[in-house]
């Protein structure tokens, strides 16, 4: 157990919290249209193979190889059509060819496809020319897919891609693991939940509304408890209801040394703290650690903050949990439109607007104003800058590090 005036670095943490992960191993058998985010808990092999048959890529007419010309036009009879999902059943002899569409099943004896732009038709006769080659505008049976192959590995978080090519292999359900229950609830005395009139000294609860929308993108199950005040006696009752009903325990606020700050003694009180500081910023108090057998994060009470140390320690956390290998972070490196101040000694995210300049290159500029409560700069951000540890101010035109937010799947 790492003490809790340890300041780790953020790499540190993270390979901290991954070490101490217990993933859910129960699963579940789902339909494929339910299954979009959730991680296969085995291997899926393919029992046909896809496409199932070779079949044509364009309109146009399916011919012999054989008859094609090496020079000057050759005459083939039309004997025939072979649509999609009603093939031409008779076999093409020499001489022959038949009119084709895309998606149908080459007729026997033909193996390769004239688009129909390069052919002239008359009287069932059709002409070709010489510049075509052997096979072309075939797709072969199991291009896509080879029967028996493994199409989909144990821990990939399924896409809409992949719901697609379980379906082109024809299968209706997966293996997946069951969803994470996440409880989670906010601290302070000041907070106030929307829907009613704020009093003086009050502010709305936030970050109980941005978990919620950050915890349905991952497809978890969540309890939301609310907002617990200041006192051990609340704290320490909320810890062990949400310990009873959940795999994770995510708090918002009372991390730091503030004397109404009970989150991290009442965890070293009826748990266990892994760590609460992490070399950082925004987001330097963070708890990691264990109520009886739910496992606990503790985040910073600012709402940027909440919202960094979310996507950049819980999530992956999460993911983990989930059964998902593979959890690297897709950042790039890109010029700096802005100038950032920046002093050394904590990793920094700040949030940043990727774009394209004139040249069309991708490049990013700060969202402005830095401060941890400032939680327009997430809403204007569409990526994190980040900024090693050591690094000082950027200069206009300097290269940096970015996380984009979205992927496109
Ligand atoms: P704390 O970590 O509890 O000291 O909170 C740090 C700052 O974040 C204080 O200004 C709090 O008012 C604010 N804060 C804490 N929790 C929330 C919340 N759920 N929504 C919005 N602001 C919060
Ligand atoms: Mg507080």
Redesign the pocket.
């Known amino acids: 157990m790492t003490t809790s005036n340890t300041v780790l670095s953020v790499e540190e943490a993270l390979a901290h919290i991954s070490q101490n992960l217990q993933p859910v191993c129960n699963e579940e058998h789902i339909a494929i249209r339910s299954a979009l985010g959730k991680i296969l808990s085995q291997d899926v092999h393919s029992n046909i193979n896809v496409p199932p048959y070779d079949n044509s890529a364009m309109d146009g007419y399916a011919v012999r190889a054989a008859d094609l010309p090496s020079q000057g036009k050759v005459q083939l009879t039309l004997i025939g059509t072979s649509f999609a999902g009603k093939p031409y059943t008779e076999s093409v002899q020499a001489g022959q060819c038949v009119r084709i569409f895309t998606g149908a099943v080459i007729a026997k004896g033909t193996d390769t496809v004239i688009m129909q732009e390069h052919v002239e038709c008359a009287d069932n006769m059709i002409s070709i020319g010489s510049e075509h080659k052997n096979g072309q505008h075939v797709r072969p049976i199991g291009e896509d897919i080879k029967i028996g192959q493994v199409v989909l590995k144990k821990g990939k978080q399924l896409t809409p891609a992949d719901i697609g090519l379980l379906s082109s292999m024809g299968i209706p359900e997966v293996t997946v693991f069951r969803r994470l229950r996440v409880a989670f609830f ?3 005395d ?2 106030c939940p929307v829907g009613t009139v704020l009093q003086t000294g009050q ?1 709305y ?4 509304y941005t978990l919620h929308g950050m915890l349905t993108r991952l497809g978890v199950d969540m309890i939301d408890m609310g907002v617990v005040h200041d006192t051990p006696e609340a704290t320490e009752q909320a810890f062990l209801s949400a310990a009873q009903c959940s795999d994770v325990i995510i708090t ?5 040394v ?1 004397d109404a ?1 009970y989150v991290t003694d009442t965890l070293q009180r009826i748990g266990k703290v892994n760590f609460w500081k992490v070399a950082m910023k925004p987001g330097k108090p963070l708890t990691f650690g264990t109520v009886q057998k739910a496992t606990f994060f503790g985040l ?4 940027v903050s909440a919202m960094v140390t979310f996507y950049q320690f819980v999530r992956p956390a999460l993911l983990q949990m989930m059964g998902q290998e593979n959890i690297t972070p897709f950042r790039i490196t890109v010029p700096c439109l802005s100038r950032l101040k920046k002093r050394p000694g904590r990793l920094e995210f700040q949030r940043g607007i990727l774009e394209k300049n004139e040249h069309g290159e991708l490049v990013v500029r700060s969202t402005g104003k830095q401060g941890s ?1 400032i939680l327009m700069s997430m809403s204007q951000a569409n990526c994190f800058i980040i900024l090693p540890k050591a690094c000082e101010h950027v200069e206009v035109g300097n290269h940096v590090l970015v996380e984009p937010f979205a992927g496109l799947i």
């Open positions: 906010s601290t302070g000041e907070l502010i609860d936030s970050n109980r918002s606020g009372g991390v730091s503030g700050d910073p009470g600012n709402p409560g």
